[in-house]
């Protein structure tokens, strides 16, 4: 045995391997659910550190300052390439809101240019524009939450985004209401969370839908 | 008035200034019009002593002033000056031809100089031009200001002093009789003064006064009286608040430039640069500096002083890049205990923030390391370096704190506290030099391995010499002393015999000290001894380097690059034109390629070469190929294209905008009409196409527009600068873009035969240290053998003198120190060796060890008689081989320097070791095997005590998580399985293994990651981060990330990334993989340019602490380099105890 390369002895001890246990789950790209900092902790990765965790009942959460959270920070996560997939979050308003999320960003395009799309959420409607969109016009129409989101209460969000279509959802207990769901242009990637004081954000999940 | 302290002295040239100072009538001088402003008679002052004298003038229009200086014998000086207007002339500055009137008042004669009265333009940025011109239009011109003109007698004559600053000197053995100053109508004299000079034979005080700029201490008095006198002992002129230097406003303004100049490392004192503290002083071994300075309260402030002695480069803008006496003086902030060499001599009454607070007045005795310096003490006469031309000087000032990187000379901006009331420097009771018998103290055949010590005496005393022998890795082998009983003035000579047991390359550390045991200097040194030259190689030879003869400071003598030449076995140069191979025959060199002589406008509009070009070109050739007969090919290109790696190697084809396109088609017409017109008229000479960095770009774009290799080129010439990249390390930048050139040919149906460029690797060991320079020397060397190449040119002859050392390219990247001290580098000596046992050499083959990272390449060595060489090495660690001999018989062992041991085979069988440090075997027979028994990382392992973050043997601790994040061309997401095994050495560990899905390029990683579920914290402040990887040689790269103490996930991926390889998977079995988190305290430096951690968002580096571990990223590779063709490996990885230490 002393004579073989390692590289043959990895070979060798395959053959008579020993696997404790597998994982081949990694469709998720992104996942902050804010437990790892303590309550207080301004995370430095978001909002320059403008944003406090809080803690209650032993939910870490968000509050968010206003303005993009991921700022030059965005393509760490290798958002620019995400273009079909499934965004998941908790929102509370705890004031009259408005969350504007990207979400398609730079990264590939076809015929028309924009600079982004993004989903407005506030407690009585969700909305989709493509910002600095040229060349052309599209029907983005806005739809009504009814009833509306009540301050204070959590609500799980559900946003697919693949394409050629945006899908806004929210669960309402176990039931998934599609609050908005259309047709846009192709192309995008990413995500950002922008907007104005007066909501919280925690479990965020991003979920690819094709396996690797 | 100045206010020295002169005694009777004082009182008597008073009463004289009274009686001779007057208003003389015009008259006509060196045959112009022109009143007497001022004559002194000195005979008639009937001093017992020769005095000093100084006057001030000033030119007061266009009109020259005219000095003229007799000696009671007769002797004549004179001195002419003129106020004039400077231009711009910077470096593509668009204020370049801008005139700036009456901004330099011209010397002539005497003394030799431009003193640039208003700031001289050339140093500043466009933007600071922008910003400062206007006020520079509001100080006094050229021919408004005052100048002090002064001489002081010293033992050999007089010196000449303008504004406090040294400005040359003329010798006499006689007193002066006569100062006459002369000038046009509006010249004016005032303030003369004749005085007892304040320099003696040990003390020089400066006057700066003249030289300070004044800012917050400017309202500030001192406990001292302003002038001449001595403080605890030592002569200073003191000077006030108002004409304190202020050390804050010290700045760098224009630094480097075009990447081999730079202005800040070449001002001179007369620049006139209020950003500029810096004095001319006359040349001495002056070993210290005695500062009075007071430490600015301000926070803001550093508190930090560098007190520098040097001599600045200016004649060609290439600046001094090394030969700095520099130290710093921690000073001592409000309420904090002075360090013992600072000593209160008084209090400074300061201003800040509206209230008055007295400050203590500091006097500071400051070594300087002149051993930093030594060539520049040594040099006699004027320095064709400078533009002062004042004969022998040196440059002495003060600024802040200094950077790293290439910046170690200048200054980073942060302000210093310091503010300078005085300063005087001392010369060293002794000096010492050192003559070498043989240049750079190298020895070959039968030379004499010795080196002279002269120490001379400026103070009676004994003085001991000591010194001591290191080998390459520092181990002390020798340490002696000699002390020398001498009497003031008396120099004497002691040879230091060199002789060692082995040869090889050894360090030689000078101390120098005077009784009880104080330390004037320390000189670093080295020698090498090189033994018999056996080599047969002629002119054919593949060896050859650099050598710049002249520009950058650097050698100029063909005497002294032949000799070393010569001693490293390297028979091809570039770029020197001034000899003949005829008149470098006594070092058998050549000149390596003829240059890339055509260019894009030599095509006509039917895209042939014009006949003027042609007839340019011919007539050239003939002239050089009559010059050196024996060189045989010529470039075609040369730095002519872009250098990024070409997509086809990912499997991409690339796209192009037309007018790359156009480009691409008019550079395959250039160079298939260059071609064929060296084909037709010098069929002698062989053509080396692209010599653009790695090539691998100009070649793909080429043949993808038709360039037809076959006929057209003999060789792809490669002119990767390598740097600090590790050789192996398969990337465009690295020597072994040899293979993306070679794989690009391949795609497009060619065979291209590699060589090197007369311009090859350059590796600064500034960054890389002079063992690993020697190392990827060597291997860049062996590289090229593993290829065939031709031509082997990496480094440079000797480092650079000039600002171009400080680079990451080819100024630091010498085989030698630079000229005039030639000290050997380990790549030298590692050089030398690999010439020597690699003469004559054919590959025969690349023969396989059993691993994919222990090279061993067999050559026939055609010598006479005829034998067989082995080369062996890694790219990471150590490795034990056996070789297999078909019977028995006996082998030379040879190590990188040199160093030969006989080793007789037992069974056939013969056992060596290689590592990073290349080794060879001599043997008269081949091996029929080589094969790896053995490999070690020692020096890899954690620190005893390590405690893991996470031992890495729990699955469910883990995620693996295939994000996008390093998405792209060269690597791409994979499919990976992740398991928890057990490892029968390290026992429960994780495993990644790569799952096969389509074909892919070499070049092309597929990666994932493994992220702890819950990051874990690191308690205190590592340095460090590493985890245990059980490798597959596959130079797949492992990606550590973190998160720091505010929330930011950091990893080590930044950009021009990991050049050295130190998160690449280049061993087999265990290794401790490590990698720095602050690689200023961290054993693993950042060799990289730039910073190698990215975060997620802003934030400094390094992180604030404390950290925690969250995960790996790995991008494995499916196959590795053999080092010449890519081999499949086994895509998996094992990995144990992640973890970081301090």
């Known amino acids: ?180 769901n259309q047709e846009v242009l192709a192309g995008g990637g990413g995500i950002d969370f922008h907007g104005s004081v007066g909501f919280d954000l925690t479990n965020i999940e991003v979920e690819e839908l094709e396996s690797k | 008035m100045r206010n020295h302290n002169l005694g009777q002295g004082k009182a008597e040239v008073t009463h004289l200034f009274c009686l001779f100072f007057f208003l003389l009538p015009s008259f006509t001088l060196f045959g112009q019009s022109a009143k007497k402003l001022y004559q002194e008679d000195f005979s008639a002052l009937n001093l017992s002593y020769s005095p000093s004298f100084g006057i001030s003038f000033k030119t007061g229009g266009p009109e020259t002033v005219q000095i003229l200086v007799e000696t009671e014998k007769g002797e004549k000086k004179t001195v002419s000056v003129r106020a004039m207007d400077q231009k711009g002339g910077g470096y593509q500055s668009k204020f370049a031809e801008t005139l700036y009137p009456d901004s330099i008042l011209k010397f002539q004669g005497a003394i030799n100089l431009d003193y640039y009265i208003r700031p ?197 803008t290439v600046g001094r890049g090394t030969a700095f006496a520099d130290t710093y003086l921690p000073l001592p902030r409000p309420g904090e205990k002075p360090s013992p060499n600072i000593v209160q001599v008084g209090t400074v009454k300061h201003k800040a923030e509206s209230k008055e607070i007295e400050l203590p007045l500091y006097l500071a005795e400051v070594t300087l390391p002149l051993g930093e310096m030594m060539d520049l003490l040594w040099q006699k006469g004027q320095d064709e370096a400078s533009e002062l031309r004042i004969g022998e000087f040196l440059d002495f000032e003060f600024l802040g704190r200094r950077g790293t990187k290439g910046r170690e000379h200048k200054p980073t901006g942060s302000p210093s506290a310091g503010n300078i009331f005085g300063v005087t420097l001392e010369k060293a009771p002794a000096e010492f030099r050192l003559e070498q018998r043989q240049p750079g103290n190298i020895f070959l055949n039968e030379e004499k391995p010795e080196v002279q010590a002269v120490v001379k005496a400026n103070l009676p ?91 950058h400071l650097s050698i100029r003598q063909p005497e002294i690059a032949g000799s070393l030449y010569l001693k490293a076995g390297l028979r091809k140069f570039a770029y020197s034109n001034r000899y003949t191979e005829e008149e470098l025959a006594p070092w058998k060199m050549t000149k390596s390629s003829f240059p890339w002589l055509f260019r894009l406008s030599d095509l006509t509009e039917e895209g042939k070469l014009s006949e003027e070009a042609k007839q340019r070109v011919a007539n050239y050739l003939k002239e050089q190929m009559a010059r050196y007969p024996h060189c045989n090919s010529v470039l075609i290109f040369h730095e002519s294209h872009g250098n990024n790696t070409p997509l086809e190697l990912a499997g991409v084809t690339p796209t192009f ?232 018989s006996e082998i030379i062992f040879v190590d990188t320097y040199g160093q030969e041991k006989k080793i007789r085979t037992s069974g056939g069988k013969a056992s060596v070791s290689t590592s ?63 398991r928890q095994v057990n490892d029968p050495e390290k026992g429960p560990c994780l495993e990644l293994e790569l799952q096969k899905t389509e074909e892919l390029p070499a070049l092309v990683a597929e990666y994932t990651a493994i992220k702890l579920k819950k990051p874990i914290e690191v308690p205190g402040k590592p340095h460090t981060i590493g985890v245990w990887v059980k490798g597959n040689s596959s130079w797949s790269k492992i990606i550590f990330e973190i998160e720091d103490g505010e929330g930011r996930l950091w990893r080590s991926s930044g950009g021009y990334h990991d050049w050295a390889g130190d998160l690449t998977v280049n061993f087999d079995g265990w290794r401790f993989l490590r990698f720095f988190i602050d690689s200023e305290r961290s054993p693993i430096k950042n060799v990289s340019p730039g910073r190698q951690w990215e975060s997620n968002g802003g934030g400094a580096w390094p992180p604030s602490y404390p950290i925690k571990i969250s995960g790996l990223y790995v ?16 895509p998996i990885l094992r990995f144990k105890d992640i973890g970081a230490y301090e």
């Not at chain 2, 790359?660 to 550079?667: A, I, L, P």
């Not at chain 2, 380099?1121 to 499949?1128: A, F, L, Q």
Request: net charge positive; charged share 25%.
């Open chain 2, 120 to 316: 001289r333009v050339k140093r500043y940025t466009d933007k600071q031009i922008e910003e400062k011109q206007e006020g520079w239009k509001k100080m006094p011109g050229a021919s408004e200001k005052f100048v002090r003109i002064e001489i002081h007698p010293d033992k050999s004559g007089y010196t000449w002093w303008l504004d406090g600053r040294y400005a040359g000197r003329f010798d006499t053995t006689n007193r002066l009789k006569n100062f006459t100053i002369t000038g046009g109508p509006k010249a004016e004299v005032k303030d003369r003064e004749v005085f007892l000079t304040p320099e003696d034979d040990i003390f020089l005080p400066i006057n700066y006064a003249l030289v300070a700029q004044p800012g917050a201490m400017r309202e500030a008095s001192i406990s001292l009286s302003p002038g001449f006198q001595k403080v605890k002992g030592i002569p200073f002129i003191v000077s006030d608040g108002n004409r304190s230097g202020d050390i804050s406003l010290v700045k760098e303004m224009r630094g480097s430039f075009a990447l081999e100049c730079d202005e800040y490392l070449s001002r001179t004192a007369f620049d006139g640069m209020p950003e500029s503290q810096l004095v001319s002083v006359p040349q001495a071994f002056y070993y210290k500096a005695w500062v009075l300075f007071a430490v600015d309260p301000d926070p803001k402030k550093d508190p930090i002083l560098t007190v520098r002695l040097t001599r600045l480069a200016s004649r060609s």
């Open chain 2, 916 to 978: 990073t440090s290349p080794t060879y075997v001599l043997s008269s027979l081949p091996a029929n095997q080589v094969l790896v028994t053995k490999r070690t990382y020692s020096e890899d392992a954690p620190p005893p005590g390590f405690n893991p973050a996470n031992r890495m043997d729990k699955l469910e601790e883990w995620r693996k998580i295939t994000d996008y994040s390093f998405s792209g061309h060269f690597s791409r997401r994979g499919n990976f399985l992740l």
């Open chain 2, 657 to 888: 905008t037309d007018q790359q396109e156009k480009d691409c088609k008019k550079k395959v017409l250039l160079a298939t009409q260059a071609a064929e017109f060296y084909r037709q008229n010098f069929p002698q000479l062989k053509i080396i196409f692209g010599n653009t960095s790695g090539s691998a770009h100009i070649v793909a774009d080429l043949l993808r527009f038709g360039f037809k290799p076959e006929k057209n080129i003999d060789y792809v010439g490669m002119e990767t600068p390598g740097q600090t990249f590790m050789p192996e390390l398969v990337d465009t930048g690295s020597t072994m873009a040899i293979w993306m050139v070679r794989e690009i040919g391949r795609m497009y149906g060619y065979q291209l035969p590699v060589t090197s460029c007369y311009e090859y690797t350059s590796r600064p060991s500034r960054v890389l240290g002079e063992e690993r320079q020697a190392e990827y020397y060597t291997r860049d060397g062996l590289l090229g053998l593993a290829h065939r190449f031709d031509h082997i040119n990496p480094g440079l002859i000797a480092d650079v003198g000039s600002s171009y050392f400080n680079t990451y390219i080819y100024g630091g990247g010498g085989f030698t120190e630079r000229y005039p001290l030639l000290y050997p580098k380990p790549s030298f000596v590692a050089m030398a060796t690999l010439t020597r046992v690699l003469d004559k050499v054919k590959l025969r083959r690349v023969v396989p060890t059993g691993s994919l990272t222990v090279y061993a390449l067999e050559f026939d060595r055609q010598r006479t008689p005829a034998d067989i060489a082995y080369a062996f090495w890694t790219p990471r660690g150590q490795a034990q081989l056996t070789l297999n001999f078909p019977g028995e």
């Open chain 1, 1 to 180: 045995m002393k004579k073989l390369w390692p590289a043959l002895g990895i070979l060798i001890s395959l053959l008579n391997l020993e696997v404790l246990g597998t994982d081949s789950s990694d469709r998720i790209l992104w996942q902050e659910n804010f437990s790892r900092f303590p309550a207080g902790f301004r995370p430095g990765c978001y909002h320059d550190g403008k944003g406090e965790v809080l803690v209650e009942n032993g939910k870490h959460f968000y509050r968010f300052p206003g303005g993009f959270m991921l700022g030059s920070g965005w393509n760490y996560y290798g958002a620019s390439h995400w273009k079909n997939y499934v965004l998941r979050f908790q929102l509370r308003f705890t004031s009259k809101a408005s969350l504007y999320l990207v979400v398609k960003r730079g990264g590939w395009r076809e015929k028309f240019n924009y600079l982004w799309y993004y989903v407005t959420i506030t407690p009585a409607q969700v909305s989709v524009n493509a910002h600095n969109l040229t060349d052309t016009k599209e029907d983005l129409p806005p739809r009504k939450i009814e009833p509306v989101l009540e301050t204070g209460r959590w609500y799980d969000f559900e946003i697919k985004v693949t394409a050629r279509n945006i899908q806004v959802c929210v669960l309402d207990g176990k039931e998934k209401r599609i609050l908005w």
């Open chain 2, 1115 to 1130: 991008l494995m590779k499916r196959k590795a380099i053999d080092p010449v063709e890519m081999r499949e490996v086994v």
């Open chain 2, 461 to 551: 005393g004994k003085y001991t010499l000591i010194w001591t022998i290191t080998d390459v890795k520092g181990k002390q082998l020798q340490r002696r002393e000699k002390t020398l009983s001498l009497v003031s003035g008396q120099e004497e000579s002691y040879v230091i015999p060199l002789n060692m047991a082995e040869l090889g390359y050894y360090g030689l550390k000078f101390e120098f000290l005077a009784e009880g045991k104080k330390e004037i200097l320390s000189h670093k040194g080295s020698f090498a001894l090189l033994g018999a030259d056996t080599r047969q190689a002629g002119y054919e030879s593949p060896y050859g380097s650099w050598w710049f003869d002249g520009p």
